[in-house]
């Protein structure tokens, strides 16, 4: 079946430092690929998104490309802030019109000043 | 806009008792989903609806636990009897029809003394 695996955590890093969570999934076909974030005492919320091979999908100066020779979608930023502090999910839809999200484990990441 | 609103926000009672966990969708979505967070276990997915109709149920974790969706804008999660083991954050979300996202409640907090 469908399934992302995703960089264990927790990810301690310092403001301004560079970013990045791995992201790996197993899948039929062409799957549409989400970053969510959880804020603490939050639901989740779509971070970014992307629905085909090469596309990037970016939000808030985070970014993530679709690649589908490496089935990979990993999570980067340039210079991480203190509010970036939240729990990272990866997740997939698989192809063909079905609603469920498959997401990763999460991963905590804290940003320290 | 409204997000998906879910009550109440902390539940706090004993085992052997009724909990009922609610959920009003995004107006104009038709699908919604009930997931279940913890520690342990992560982020999973209990049941989905379509138009008012369960898609998915799979992940129920027993017959204690039951949802539905008398409407497209209400949807309930009862577990009776309650046990510890259900102490968790449930999440319900709504998403649109085509290549929508999820979006996400706040959650409840259920802790079974």
């Known amino acids: 079946g469908d399934s992302v695996t995703q960089m264990e955590g927790p990810v301690t890093l310092s403001e301004e430092a560079f970013l990045t969570i791995n992201c790996t999934y197993t899948?039929?076909?062409?799957?549409?690929l989400f970053w969510y974030v959880q804020y603490p005492g939050e639901g989740l919320q779509l971070l970014l998104k992307?629905?085909?091979?090469?596309d990037k999908g970016s939000n808030k100066g985070f970014e993530a490309t679709y690649r589908k020779e490496t089935t990979s979608f990993h999570l980067e930023k340039g210079s991480v802030q203190v509010s970036d502090s939240a729990v990272y999910f990866c997740?997939?839809?698989?192809?063909?019109?079905?609603?469920?999200?498959?997401f990763g484990t999460g991963t905590r990441l804290t940003i320290i000043p | 806009d409204a997000g998906v609103i879910q009550s109440p926000r902390h539940e706090v009672t004993e085992m052997g008792q009724e909990v009922t966990l609610r959920c009003k969708p995004i107006?104009?979505?038709?699908?919604l989903f009930w997931y279940r967070q913890t520690m342990m276990r992560g982020l999973e997915l209990l049941i989905y609806?379509?138009?008012?109709?369960?898609?998915?149920d799979s992940g129920m974790p027993e017959d204690r636990f039951s949802a539905k969706m008398p409407n497209a804008s209400f949807s309930t999660l009862k577990i009776q009897p309650s046990e510890p083991r259900d102490s968790a954050v449930y999440f319900c979300?709504?998403?649109?029809?085509?290549?929508?996202?999820?979006?996400f409640g706040d959650g409840t907090r259920l802790s079974i003394l």
């Open positions: 899948a039929t076909g062409y799957p549409s």
């Open positions: 997740a997939l839809t698989a192809p063909g019109g079905n609603e469920k999200l498959t």
């Open positions: 107006s104009g979505h038709n699908s």
């Open positions: 609806f379509n138009n008012n109709v369960p898609i998915d």
């Open positions: 979300a709504s998403m649109g029809q085509g290549n929508q996202p999820q979006h």
């Open positions: 992307a629905t085909k091979a090469d």
